[in-house]
């Protein structure tokens, strides 16, 4: 029995569990059967398997992670030890990039070992954050856990607790006998245990949801553990298996119902307009000053994401053409976001954004974007209403999580009336090289002109924050819209150079500068 | 005019060709049509485009972009300017890399800025390479754009050539005029010119082949250098789609016939055994050494790629199960190769192998591997004969590329008899948790035990090279294949830490050491 009971979530993984020889090997041999064959059985079914092995065990962590191996079909689990060694290409992008570009397809097994918990926990170590810091990271973590079990992932974590006391004679006899299983590494946890303790406790606790729960696993006798995985694992994927997807959540309280019929759009001023002579001036002068604006910044790290919206015909692509002329071609990418590919069908809507992202002193301009899901996908019934209902959220936290990274999100909705449009369609059938453009679906689609304006409404309002506000824009006279968008990113890129851009210490420069010394050795 | 007529291949492009803003507009109006629509068409045909635009008029290159961008649907183009700054994680790993990561899908078009001649000239001035590094450097351009080629990839080369007069005027304005036009690096072309152009004639000459060829293109005159890549992208993307896929090459030269019977799977001696006890000695010991030997030579930045591949049950699960074990987890992953994606179908077949490969200090093990190109491919007629044929030598390049760039490529077949493969199967059968493994299939296959020994022969003969040797393995008897695997990686990761892991200067290690600080900061 290793230490008297104590308080705290962690003390039922140390009352001194472990498994005799022979009854571990009786129920392992049941045991496996049932986990290949449920891992066979998933691999057609509508939902991809996250296991999350973290722990202050972390020989035991590698040691279970073999032990699956052996077990389950490894040809079908994609194992990813992540103990915070990161790559400059995923340094240089928002945190939760490096865990979104690992995540596997349905019908698919993805084994994590330390992973976000870990990097919580050691960066939060390691920077000596207070409770409150650790609270924004963690805030992070559920919503990133919450997003994959609404997508239908089945999310299993598990906790390889050691004593304190058992976990240093461990590290000890393992240096001893077999010096190569143990990195010194793996010391930290001891080091650090008590302070790490809490932590962990909040973090554990925190992110102990019904839906993607922890499992705490005195890691001890090796036998008790590898079984409470294994066990866990197989009962979990059965349950699933059996039950079928999960409900989707019918919400308890009835969504917000509009009064009156004002919508956003009614306030764009249509009528907005400028003389051509004055657009040339303009354009030529804001080209210069976008150029110019937009080297300073590159040389400082600066990244960006913007985002185009608009209804068809509204201009977006001879708006991009104006934007992309006065930036540098290397730094710069047009995404149009055509129909996904078979590998982003099988995994969150997001992924496909999430894989586009930028690097540091690099810009991606999407012409259409993960707007998608609350505008086309809502009004053409492709997404089912909670799916497109918590979209709002998702999209907020994500461009939360850009932000926080310093790549600012610039977005926005080109309006234009449907008799503008209707002259645009027109004139298009008449342009040789225009008509690939036109299709009957654009004249069908404007039957639904009131149905995307409620949607264009409702997208505005809930994801228009402090942190990426929308900007939308007067497009019945083109040239006035393409020298608003211009305005509006040379502003975007000044307000950046003036803040987090300006401080000659600031830290995520000074990493990019020496990304970009290594490049050139 | 701006020169005298003089030798070379570039002096056709300095005849000072130009057109008139009226017969330019004029013509473009009609190829803008045609372009479009070739364009569309080609979103359903089975090939993809890529567009290559190099030359020592980068400020033109960039102006061609913008045309092109402008002209074609930009939906379907995939821009990448490369001009020499590559990432860490591209820098740790074999150079072409780079290219593959970016190949364009079927049904789109590639528009490569720089790209690998730039490269290639670029880096030769630098390190004042003679011609034959250089021709060195060609090989590998030659045969990539071959296998695209062949693959069936539309490759259209384009080199914009402005006289050094010219040149130099042209910058000089355009940084008057409109200076965020211009880089520092535009300057480059102008001090190395005729260096560079000797360097510039032996790359056009070399890799200027039927179905890649250049087009040497004046850009004195911003209109004919954009009507004149314009018209030959419009002729091209005609010529391909109305006459269909080009003809498999006929071999004109037959097929070397076996003469005996004489396979080189029968001179391993199945025969081979190990006793249990020594083996467990055996085992234990190999797996410490392995573990010492790998954690060494991963400080020193070695990275390599196993291949496992042998008949079905020969047992390569469980003896990748033994190598793993005694391998840093976070360093290694196991890649079973399954049915590729449709992102995957969407390329060359190398594709997906490429973009699997490691970085500096880490390791990928294939369990089956790019040999089904030669083996199950072949003999079940997945591939046709000309494909498996030319993979031979695509296969042997593809590995010394690995190899040039220090990551060795260790091959494993597995062998077993008939008679030894039932016995396995039965076996199967009878224990439930493997017998998910076997399928009728399984059964069905042995039928065809001749056609895959006889490809098994031609792949181990043909990409038997001194670089990346075949290693076949006695496997009748697990304990001794897995023994004798365990060795002949020890030797080989023993062999790199005395050959090129060792030296202290070595300039690749210093590149990794140097990466692996940078993520610690």
Chains 1, 2 share one sequence.
């Not at 083109?478 to 300006?502: F, M, N, Q, Y």
Request: aromatic fraction near 10%.
């Amino acid at each position: 029995m290793p230490t008297a009971y104590r308080a705290g979530l962690l003390a039922e993984a140390e009352l001194g569990h472990s498994i005799e020889k022979d009854e571990y090997e009786k129920r392992l041999d049941g045991l496996r059967v049932e986990l290949l064959n449920l891992q066979y059985d998933s691999r057609s079914a509508d939902f991809s398997t996250m296991i999350l092995v973290v722990g202050d065990d972390r020989p035991g962590c590698i040691d279970l992670l073999h032990a699956l191996h052996e077990w389950m079909d490894a040809r079908y689990i994609e194992t990813h030890v992540l103990y915070g060694q990161w790559s400059e290409e995923e340094i240089e992008r928002p945190v939760f990039w490096r865990y979104w570009r690992r995540l596997p397809p349905r019908g698919r097994t993805g084994l994590f070992l330390g992973a976000w918990p870990f990097q919580l926990i050691d960066g939060a170590l390691d920077k000596k954050l207070g409770t409150l810091e650790l609270d924004a990271g963690i805030d992070h973590v559920e919503h990133f856990e919450r997003l994959l079990v609404q997508d239908g992932t089945l999310v299993l974590k598990f906790w390889l607790h050691l004593p304190p006391a058992v976990l240093k004679k461990r590290l000890k006899k393992a240096k001893k006998k077999s010096e190569w299983r143990v990195e010194e590494s793996d010391w930290r946890g001891l080091d650090d245990y008590e302070e790490g303790l809490q932590m962990v406790e909040r973090l554990l606790r925190r992110t102990n949801t019904p839906n993607s729960p922890w499992t705490i696993v005195e890691s001890t006798d090796h036998r008790y553990r590898n079984l409470a995985v294994a066990q866990q694992i197989s009962h979990a994927l059965r349950l699933r298996l059996e039950s079928g997807a999960p409900a989707p959540e019918a919400p308890t309280v009835a969504a917000p119902e509009p009064i009156d019929e004002q919508l956003v759009l009614d306030r764009v001023d249509l009528g907005a307009s400028l003389e051509p002579k004055h657009y040339d001036q303009q354009l030529d002068s804001l080209q210069g000053r976008l150029a110019e604006l937009s080297r300073k910044a590159i040389d400082r790290g600066f990244s960006c994401v913007m985002a185009f919206e608009g209804w068809d015909a509204a201009g977006k692509g001879g708006t991009i053409r104006r934007l992309t002329r006065a930036l540098p071609a290397q730094n710069v990418r047009v995404m149009r976001v055509a129909a996904p590919t078979d590998e982003e069908k099988a995994r969150h809507y997001l992924w496909r954004f999430w894989r586009q992202l930028p690097r540091d002193g690099n810009a991606v301009i999407f012409d259409r974007s993960w707007y998608g899901r609350v505008l086309v996908e809502r009004v053409e019934g492709f997404a089912k209403e909670e799916e497109w209902r918590r979209a709002y959220e998702e999209i907020n936290e994500f461009e939360s999580q850009l932000c926080e990274h310093g790549m600012p999100v610039l977005k926005f909705w080109l309006h234009i009336d449907p008799d503008e449009q209707l002259r645009r369609f027109e004139a298009r059938a008449k342009t040789p090289y225009k008509k690939y453009k036109l299709t009957e679906e654009d004249f069908r689609n404007r039957e639904k002109w009131p149905d995307y304006s409620q949607a264009v409404h409702d997208m505005v309002t809930r994801t228009n924050t402090s942190y990426a506000p929308w900007k939308l824009i007067a497009a019945n006279d083109k040239r006035h819209a393409r020298i608003e968008v211009l305005r509006t990113v040379c502003e975007r890129i000044e307000a950046w150079l003036d803040g987090p851009g300006s401080g000659k210490s600031r830290k995520k420069r000074k990493k990019h500068k020496k990304g970009r010394k290594r490049q050139q050795d």
